[in-house]
């Protein structure tokens, strides 16, 4: 199947640092998804990008989409604790199905 | 309140014995779909539906089935489970794919002894 790159795989950051992930793929991506996912929990949508170079932002978090869609990034802005978790991206293509990266394991340290 | 419910949460079960795992959702959703998350592959997608009786493979589905016989349901059936199918398993549903939000279960851990 499609194969959604992301990294890195593991960061522990300071409290108040940043934090930075990549989604990259060989090919054009469709879209771009973000989830979110605590500890012990379920994935929860972040956001959705679609058009080349899209920036979006909610509060701490920007998301961007590469201007030739085959990579994006999210970026948090003075982690706090309540930041921990994985961050998937996740490609929907025209067929309906799902390509996920592998996932980035936040650890926010006090 | 808007959910996905799977059940069961937890199981252990022994190979070869025939399972299910349900999933509904009461949001009116066309779009449903399973995934099994495994470490350091993240998740991967089984099977999904875009409605009633419409269903299709997605990257992993050897070794399981889905029926979509009402829009609210969407079971997991493990016909002769085995150890390689120990997973934590996630339904989730959306009124598609593209454009709009996906909503998952709490998922169910599967083990295969």
């Known amino acids: 199947g499609q194969q959604v790159m992301q990294i890195p795989q593991y960061q522990h950051v300071q409290e108040g640092e940043d934090f930075t992930t990549y989604c990259n793929s060989s090919?054009?991506?469709?879209?771009i998804q973000w989830y979110k996912q605590r500890p012990g929990g379920h994935p929860v949508f972040l956001i959705q990008l679609v058009k080349s170079g899209e920036v979006k932002k909610q509060k701490r978090l920007t998301f961007q989409f590469g201007e030739a869609k085959k990579n994006s990034s999210l970026h948090i802005t003075a982690t706090q604790t309540t930041d921990v978790g994985t961050y998937f991206c996740?490609?929907?293509?025209?067929?309906?199905?799902?390509?996920f990266g592998t996932g980035t394991s936040l650890t926010v340290i006090p | 309140e808007a959910q996905v419910t799977q059940n069961p949460r937890y199981l252990i079960t022994v190979t070869g014995k025939k399972l299910t795992v349900t999933c509904s959702q009461n949001?009116?959703?066309?779009?449903m779909s399973w995934y099994r998350q495994d470490p350091g592959l993240g998740l991967r997608q089984i099977y999904y539906s875009m409605n009633v009786e419409v269903t299709d493979k997605g990257d992993v589905p050897e070794g399981y089935k889905v029926s979509r016989k009402e829009k609210r349901n969407f079971p997991l059936i493990l016909e002769s489970p085995s150890p390689n199918q120990t997973s934590l398993y996630f339904c989730?549903?959306?009124?598609?794919?593209?454009?709009?939000?996906?909503?998952f279960g709490e998922g169910s851990w599967l083990t295969v002894v």
């Open positions: 996740a490609e929907a293509n025209t067929g309906n199905q799902f390509y």
């Open positions: 090919t054009t991506l469709s879209n």
């Open positions: 949001m009116n959703h066309e779009y």
């Open positions: 989730a549903s959306g009124f598609g794919s593209t454009g709009n939000t996906i909503y």
